[in-house]
Structures are given as structure tokens and as C-alpha cells.
């Protein structure tokens, strides 16, 4: 086990190895006997320690949080030992204190971003010119302003004093910072190169800094009211958003659901209530309330954060949002694969009478429509055209309109059958919802009178139900259809090509396969 040692290094805390921490104070040693009592020796020696530092602290992780012997000797080796210094650098391309330049931006010498200083860095040219380029750019072409937040944005800021000197094209080693502090000691005493000495130079950069400054300044405050104004746009947004939320309830029709209705339209209550079960109705009413808020709540929040400067663990905020909105769309989902269970399985029942006609030859057919039966809605059509959803009464029961046909008997006598049909998460299932269907008809001497619409109580769930009712007319029978059951009519196939809606108000004959109309004296209930 090894002994290890606390020091402070350039305002940095470490803890080094014995063996690592007496390389390191060798090292110092010489570091110190080499540039004491030199112009600018102090300076050169702090900014080696600052560099060691940002080295050493580069090897350390969460793993590793002890300065070894061979760290030192690498960050030693680096930096380069002052002894093998040469007393003349040589020139050209090829010296050992130029690298190639890469671009970052200059935190030390910024207005807003430090992107001019970092160009001016990087192009070995005074900022003072690189700004004054975006502003005449900006004063000519708007969307440079653009452009220039872009490059705030890609260009990476040098944080670290590598980077620093990597943006001047500077090698890190001893000797580079040796050679940068004297020459800043040099340009300090006024040694400026070309015409950088000029009195009026300094004038013009002196005040051209001051105006970057300026608009440096305006253009924060317009940064800020932006913020500001994009704030309010996303608080406001989300509260309308949720007061339009509220006021869905009230909505008395929505579009068709799932492909299911027409353009007409049904009402919400209908595809809650009928249509989902109970407690699939409350949960997707919470999940989907949650998918819908939660994104809109984030909205106001950010709206707020950038109004109020409010500070806060976004990334908990976020974190427990996501859960609760994963949490709803799973419970969506999972409703939502129930409900669609409940319509996979169709099935029919059917039921036939004989009429007892005697010796009548003609049936004289009635629709009653109740017209004193008030609906709590009004019509709501499938895409079926024949298929009628009338509304509920008051109690919630659910009242269709059937289909009516007229097809031929398959024997002497009228008949009538009653074709139930539902769908349901089984075919038992199904099966059961069908006979739960209620219908009533009346036959009465030679009148046949059918109910206008089928029921579904209130207890049953809407699953799809339908209802065809045949009138069976024997071969030779005759039939005298009235024109209010012409709306009901689907399916009455005849001799003389008459749409269903032309065939009320006529007595029609039941010939070998189609029914012709009847050109004797017109038919009465009587016995003919």
C-alpha cells in the first residue's frame, strides 16, 4: 500500500502517490531553477502548473482518483524538460512551436459569443475587423444574424488552456509557454508588429469595441424579449388548448369514428356510452385526458421557466412526465385492445311464423311508426344507408331501424322471419346480445303490422347490432305495400325494375321468382 499526498496544484486539490509526488516536486524544482530570476519567469512557471493541472486532470474518473508515478512521467514528458530547450527557435513551417490551428471560440475575448475573436484567432487577424465584417453583413442581409447564432452554436468554445493555444496554432510544451509569455511581456512594452504600434489604430479599435459592446448589450435585451414573448405564446397556447379540452363534453357531434359512421356524424354520447364498456370509458378518459395534457403542461412550464427564470430539476420534471405519459398510452393501448376484442366475434339467430292468412290471397302490410316517440337524439346513419340509428328514450335504450324484405315463400303459405345478428367478443357471446334485441310485429285477419325499429336496452352494450325482417309471399300470393314502409324496404326484387322507394302505395303478385305488379281490382283486407 502506498502512501498518498494532498496537494494544491495551480487552485487544484490532487491526491498523488509518494513515489508520483516526488517525481512531480523534481520536476518543479527544475522547472523553477530554470526560469527563476527571468523576465517574466513568475507568469511562465504558473501557467506550467496551470496546464499540469488540466493534464492531471484528465487522468482522473470515477474509478481512479489518485495521481500515479507514470501519469506524472507522461505529463512530465509532454511538457518537455527545460534543459533541452534551444536558445533560438528555429522559423518556417516546420518549427516545433506551430501546429495547425483548429477553430473554437474565444471565452477571453467575447462580446456575445466569442465567434469573432475565435475567427480572428484562428485567421491570425484582429476580431476588431471580423466584427465589423458581421455588421456590415448583418446591415445587408438580415439573415447573417442567422448564421451567426449558428456558428455560437456548432463552433465549440475553448474552455481549456490546450485549447486556447491549439486555436493560436501554439504547441503545449515548456518551451511554447515560455515563448508566449516573453512575447506578451514584449508586446506589452509596445514591440507591435507592422502597423498595430499606430496611435490611430488603437483609436479605431478602441472605439469600435466599445460599439460591439453596445450592440453586444441590445442584442442580449433582444434575446431576453424574445424569450419572453415565445413564453407567453406557449402559456397561453396550453391554456387554450386545456379550455378547449374542457369544452369537449359540450360538443354535441363528432366526426366519424374509425370509418364506422358517415359524414353526418354521431353524437359523443353515443360512442361512450354505447359502445365502450364502462370501465374502459373511465380509464380512456383519464389515460387519454393524461397523453393530451402532460405534453401541453411541459409547454407551460417551459412558457414559465422562460418568463420567470424559475430554476428546477428538469431532468426529474421530465423524467417523472414520461413515466405517467408511458404509463397512459400503455393503459390506452391496453383498453383499446379490449374494446376491439369485444367486436371480434359475429354471429345470427332467426326465428319464422306462419301467418295465418286462410283463405286470403292478398296481405295488406302496415309499418307502425310511433310518432309520438321522442328520441334523445336526433338521426344518426350508418354508412349503410338502410341501417338507422333513430336515438334513445329517456331510460337509454337504443332504438334501430330493421331492414325489410320481400322475398318469395319457399312454400303455400306466408311467412314471416326475423334475422337477429351482433358481434361480441365470442359467438356465444354474440349470440346472446342478438336475442337480447327487441322487436314486436302483430298480425290481425289479413294485416300484417311491423314495428319501425328494433330496441337494445340499456343494459346491452352497442355491438354492431342488425336486423333484417323477410316477408315471405308465397307463389301466387299477393301483397299490398304501403308507402311509409318504402324507407324500410332493402330488398324487393321485381319484374318491373322499380326502385324500393317506387313501390309503395301498390299491390304486387309473387310470380316464379319475382314479384309483378298486380293489375286486378286493388287488394283490401277483406277475403278475397
Known sequence: MKKTIKINLSGNIFHIDEDAYKRLNDYLD???????????GDEIISDIEMRMAELFQ???????????DEDVEEVTRKLGEPQDFMEEEPSGAGS????????????????????????????????????????????????????????????PKAGTYDQKLEMRGERVTVNDIERRVKNEYEEVRGNFRRYRHSEPYK?????LNEIFVVLGRILKVAVQV?????????????????LGMLG????????????????????????????????????????????????????????????TGFRANDQNILLSGLIVWIAALLATGGMAAWQVHEFTARTHTTSETTLNMQSVQTLNLRVNDVKERVYTSGELSFDDAYDQIKGTDAEGNLYISPELNIVKSPGSDFRLKIYRSSRGSSQRHAAKLADAMEYTWQMNDSTLTLGDVFSIPYSRPYRFQQM?????????????????????????????????????????????????????????????
Open 248 to 307: 369537449v363534453p359540450f360538443i354535441h357531434g363528432i366526426p366519424g369514428f374509425m370509418g364506422i359512421f358517415s359524414d353526418h356524424g354521431t353524437a359523443l354520447w353515443f360512442m361512450l356510452h354505447s359502445i365502450l364498456d364502462p370501465t374502459a370509458l373511465v380509464v380512456l378518459t383519464v389515460s387519454l385526458a393524461v397523453l393530451v395534457v402532460i405534453p401541453i403542461l411541459l409547454l407551460f412550464y417551459a412558457g414559465v421557466k422562460l418568463l
Open 96 to 155: 516545433p512551436g506551430e501546429r495547425r490551428r483548429k477553430l473554437y471560440r474565444d471565452p477571453d475575448d467575447a462580446i456575445l459569443g466569442g465567434v469573432a475573436s475565435g475567427i480572428g484567432a484562428y485567421l491570425n487577424v484582429d476580431p476588431v475587423w471580423i466584427r465589423l465584417l458581421f455588421v456590415l453583413l448583418v446591415l445587408g442581409y438580415g439573415f447573417i444574424v442567422v448564421v451567426y447564432l449558428l456558428l455560437w452554436l456548432i463552433i
Open 203 to 207: 483609436n479605431i479599435t478602441k472605439g
Open 226 to 242: 424574445l424569450l419572453i414573448l415565445i413564453g407567453v405564446g406557449l402559456i397561453t397556447g396550453g391554456v387554450v388548448v386545456i
Open 468 to 528: 333484417k325482417v323477410y316477408v315471405m309471399v308465397p307463389e301466387g300470393g299477393r301483397i299490398a305495400i304501403p308507402e311509409e314502409a318504402e324507407e324500410y324496404l332493402d330488398d324487393a326484387d321485381n319484374r318491373e325494375n322499380m326502385w324500393e322507394f317506387e313501390m309503395g302505395g301498390k299491390v304486387w303478385q309473387m310470380g316464379d321468382k319475382q314479384l309483378r305488379l298486380y293489375r286486378g281490382k286493388k287488394a283490401t283486407a277483406d277475403h278475397t
Open 58 to 68: 484528465d487522468k482522473l474518473t470515477d474509478h481512479k482518483q489518485v495521481i500515479s
Open 30 to 40: 527544475r522547472i523553477h531553477e530554470h526560469f527563476a530570476g527571468q523576465e517574466g
